[in-house]
């Protein structure tokens, strides 16, 4: 997958009367050069966060394609695309949390299954999504993105002692949540 000969046209941007972005020769050789060393890892990383290939590869590409729409101004584009694929990931999430609501609210009227304990069932993404946007961001891109602590020190613009400790607190806050969870 490339970006070959497309030539970017946010539906965004044209549907607002926004003017496309326009590319210079280097630009597109930088946005094509980004996209084949990222892509496969922003979809991994994706798929791990949603549990789906299809999701994976279809939040990649929206977050690839959020990135051109603004690519004439950014200092770190990676960094761009991957806080972009975070706050997809978290719409996701909402999504299909009401969806889960949903059915919830459908077949609550049904027997209840007699082994089922809720008590033991914990729900990882919404402790993840309870977490404040500051210790949430860190978390996923060093826990679940793989990347070290000076990578997301640089993509988050913030100290590298500064995100030890925010990983500090964060897993503090989801050791406590699951405690109560299973009390």
Known sequence: MTLGSVTPQPT???????????FSKADWAAAEELF???YPRLAGWVRRLVDDDETAHEI????FTRLLARWSGLDNPQSYVYMIATNLVRDHWRKTGRERNAIKIMTA????????????DV?????????????????????YGGFGLKE??????????????DLFHARARLKAALGEARD
């Not at 990649?60 to 977050?63: I, N, P, V, Y």
């Not at 009227?109 to 008590?119: F, K, L, T």
């Open 12 to 22: 965004s941007a044209v549907s607002k009367g926004t003017p496309v972005p326009t």
């Open 36 to 38: 084949s060393s990222s």
């Open 60 to 63: 990649a590409s929206e977050a």
């Open 109 to 120: 009227a049904g027997s209840a299954d007699p082994a089922y304990h809720p008590a033991q």
């Open 123 to 143: 729900d990882v993404r919404a402790l993840i999504q309870s977490l404040p946007e500051r210790l949430r961001s860190p978390f996923l891109l060093h826990y």
């Open 152 to 165: 997301v020190a640089a993509m988050l613009g913030r100290p590298e002692g500064t995100i030890k400790a």
